[in-house]
C-alpha cells in the first residue's frame, strides 16, 4: 500500500545545507498534496512546508526565505531543499501525504544543526 521514505537528513553546522527527500509508493501520487512536518526534541509538531496536487506553495514562517519544496510527479518524489540552517531548525522532519488526520506519514529523517 501507501509508503513514504525520507532521506537526506544529517548533522551539519549553522549557515549550512541540506536537501531531504521523501519517496511516494503510490498509485496516484500526482492527486495528493504533500506537507513536510518537523518535531524538535520537547516541542510539538510544526508545519515546515507544503505543496498541493496543483503546484501551490506555502512555507512556515520560521524557515521562509531559506526552504523550498518542491515536487517531482513522474518520480513520486517531493523534495526540500533548506539553506541558512539555524540551530532551532534541529528536529525530526516528516513527509504526509494526503492530510495530517487522514493522510500517510513517512518514518521521518533527523536533521541535526551544530552552532
Known amino acids: 500500500q501507501v509508503q513514504l521514505v525520507e532521506s537526506g537528513g544529517g548533522s551539519v553546522e549553522a549557515g549550512g545545507s541540506l536537501s531531504l527527500s521523501c519517496a511516494a509508493s503510490?498509485?496516484?501520487?500526482?492527486?495528493?498534496?504533500v506537507v513536510w512536518y518537523r518535531q524538535a526534541q520537547g516541542s510539538q509538531r510544526e508545519l515546515v512546508a507544503s505543496?498541493?496536487?496543483?503546484?501551490?506553495?506555502a512555507y512556515g514562517d520560521s524557515v521562509k526565505d531559506r526552504f523550498t519544496i518542491s515536487r517531482d510527479n513522474p518520480k513520486k518524489t517531493v523534495f526540500l531543499e533548506m539553506n541558512s540552517l539555524k540551530p532551532e531548525d534541529t528536529a525530526v522532519y516528516y513527509c504526509?501525504?494526503?492530510?495530517?488526520?487522514?493522510?500517510?506519514w513517512g518514518r521521518g529523517t533527523q536533521v541535526t544543526v551544530s552552532s
Open positions: 504526509n501525504l494526503g492530510g495530517e488526520r487522514f493522510g500517510y
Open positions: 503510490v498509485v496516484s501520487y500526482s492527486t495528493y498534496g
Open positions: 505543496i498541493t496536487r496543483g503546484g501551490r506553495i
